[in-house]
C-alpha cells in the first residue's frame, strides 16, 4: 500500500492544478494522472453521463493499483464522489469540502461567491457545504461556462480572457463577497485575470491547495507515506490531444512532462449498464 501510487483524474488539464499542490507537500509520492481531454468539459454534461465518465476515469486508474483516487474535478466531485466511494475500498478524496471549508473560515462579512460549470453551480453543492460550517453565510454561485475552454486552449491572458472574466464576475462584485471560491480546478490557472477582475480587497481560495492538504492529511492518519526511496515517478495519460496537454502541462507545472500516453478507456462490465447509474440518481 505505502509504495503504491496516487491516483488523480480531471475531464482535463485543470487537474494539474491539484497535482501540482500535492506534489509540493508530498514531494516522494509517485502519481498517475489521467485527464479525459476527449470529453471535455464535463460542467455541460447530464448527471448521468458525468458519473458514467467519472467510473470509466476511475476504473482507469484502478489499473495501476492506486492506494487513493483524487477526484479532481469539482463537477465530477459534486455529482458523482458518493458512488464512487460506495464502489472501491481506497481513500477517495474530492474538490469541494475542502475548499468549502476553507471559504467559510475566510469570510468576514459572511458573504461567499462561487464560481464554477453549470452542472457544479446547479448541484448546489457548495451553498449546502459552507452551510454545514455556518449556517449565516449567505452564497452566491455562478457559472463561467468558457473559462474551461480558455484554460484547454491556453488562453491563460489576454484583454478577451480579461473581458471574459470581468462580465462573469460582476455579479459577485455586486453582491459584495470578500471571498472567493474557485470551484473549478481549472480557474487557478486563471487567477491573476480573476484576482484583476475582482479588486485585491477579495480572497480566492484554491481548492487544489486545501485537496492536497487533505490528501496528506489522509496519508499520514493512515501509515501510506511512500518508503521506498527511490525518486517520484509521475505518469500523465489523456483521452485525446497529449501533445497540447504536454505543451500547456509544461507550462504550469513548469517542468517537462516525460512520460505521456493516450489511453483509450472503458467501463468495466459491472458498470456497462446504466441501471445501476440510474439507480444510484434516484437514491440521492
Not at 513548469?254 to 440510474?278: F, G, M, T
Request: hydrophobic share 40%; aromatic share 8%; with cysteine.
Amino acid at each position: 500500500m505505502h509504495d503504491k501510487p496516487i491516483g488523480i483524474f480531471d475531464s482535463g488539464i485543470g487537474g494539474l492544478t491539484v497535482l501540482k499542490e500535492i506534489r509540493n507537500i508530498l514531494p516522494r509520492e509517485d502519481i498517475v494522472y489521467f485527464g479525459d481531454t476527449a470529453r471535455v468539459p464535463y460542467g455541460t454534461k447530464s448527471k448521468e453521463t458525468v458519473i458514467k465518465f467519472s467510473l470509466q476515469d476511475a476504473d482507469f486508474l484502478s489499473n495501476f493499483d492506486v492506494k487513493m483516487i483524487v477526484v479532481a474535478c469539482n463537477t465530477a466531485s459534486s455529482l458523482s464522489l458518493d458512488m464512487l466511494k460506495r464502489r472501491y475500498d481506497i481513500p477517495l478524496v474530492g474538490v469541494i469540502e475542502p475548499g468549502a471549508r476553507k471559504a467559510a473560515s475566510l469570510t468576514r462579512k459572511m458573504k461567499i461567491g462561487v464560481i464554477g460549470t453549470k452542472a457544479t453551480v446547479k448541484s448546489g453543492i457548495y451553498e449546502r457545504e459552507v452551510k454545514k460550517f455556518n449556517p449565516a453565510i449567505n452564497v452566491l454561485s455562478t457559472d463561467c461556462p468558457l473559462f474551461v475552454p480558455l484554460v484547454e486552449e491556453g488562453w491563460l491572458h489576454g484583454k478577451i480572457t480579461e473581458a471574459i472574466a470581468k462580465t462573469y464576475l460582476a455579479p459577485v462584485k455586486k453582491f459584495g463577497a470578500d471571498v472567493l471560491v474557485l470551484g473549478c480546478t481549472h480557474y487557478p490557472l486563471l487567477k491573476s485575470v480573476i484576482q484583476k477582475a475582482l479588486g485585491r480587497g477579495v480572497k480566492l481560495v484554491d481548492s487544489a491547495k486545501e485537496t492536497a492538504k487533505e490528501v496528506k492529511a489522509i496519508i499520514e492518519e493512515n501509515g501510506m507515506a511512500k518508503r521506498s526511496n527511490e525518486n517520484p515517478e509521475y505518469a500523465f495519460y489523456v483521452s485525446d490531444e497529449p501533445a497540447l496537454f504536454k505543451k500547456i502541462g509544461e507550462k504550469f507545472l513548469k517542468r517537462p512532462i516525460e512520460r505521456i500516453e493516450k489511453a483509450e478507456i472503458e467501463l468495466k462490465e459491472k458498470y456497462v449498464h446504466d441501471r445501476s447509474i440510474s439507480q444510484f440518481q434516484r437514491s440521492t
